[in-house]
């Protein structure tokens, strides 16, 4: 589980698409744009990138994409279950209780800025292993738990 239930959520977002599997907690960068309002073009989609250098980030994934065999089982809307190449949920003004941190040596302090690291994880680190800039995406509220969770305020525009 990356993401606890523990959150205050003002601002979401429901118009992107995702195709790839991937677990809640991190943060998504636009893939590709739709054009106009894009309210329901499979052009408007989010990934989990492998490097953020040159992305900008769209909000926190808030569902888990997952890739079933639909005539076989039904997805765990419990665990707020999306078939891969759904809309997902994005949080883009609120706090998260996560663990999606890049390495077990990032150890956030409250107050300190959240950067987009590799793959959608959140990093301390402003500039990247190939000394590209991490874009910014919130402020760290907290020290990192025994179970490895932060709780992080992401803030991006609406």
């Given at each position: 589980?990356a993401?606890k239930?523990?959150r205050?959520?003002a601002v979401?977002?429901i ?10 907690g ?8 739709g054009s106009g ?15 953020p ?5 769209v909000?926190l ?10 005539t ?7 665990n707020t279950e999306?078939?891969k190449?759904s ?7 609120a706090?998260?209780?996560t ?10 302090t409250?107050g300190?800025?959240?950067y987009l690291g ?5 990093t301390?680190a402003?500039?990247?292993p190939g000394g590209y ?5 919130g402020r760290?509220?907290?020290s990192r ?6 709780r ?6 609406k």
């Amino acid at each position: 589980m990356a993401l606890k239930g523990d959150r205050y959520t003002a601002v979401t977002e429901i118009s992107f698409f995702m195709d790839q599997v991937a677990e809640k907690g991190g943060i998504a960068v636009m893939k590709t744009a739709g054009s106009g309002a894009a309210l329901d073009q499979q052009a408007a989609e989010v990934e989990y990138a492998a490097s953020p250098s040159g992305k900008y980030p769209v909000g926190l994934l808030l569902d888990n994409m997952v890739d079933k065999n639909l005539t076989r089982t039904h997805l765990n809307f419990q665990n707020t279950e999306q078939q891969k190449g759904s809309k997902v949920g994005l949080g883009r003004d609120a706090w998260y209780v996560t663990n999606m941190l890049e390495g077990t040596g990032i150890v956030p302090t409250g107050g300190e800025i959240a950067y987009l690291g590799m793959s959608g994880l959140l990093t301390t680190a402003a500039t990247g292993p190939g000394g590209y800039s991490n874009p910014q995406v919130g402020r760290f509220e907290s020290s990192r738990d025994e179970d490895g969770y932060v709780r992080v305020y992401v803030k991006l525009p609406k």
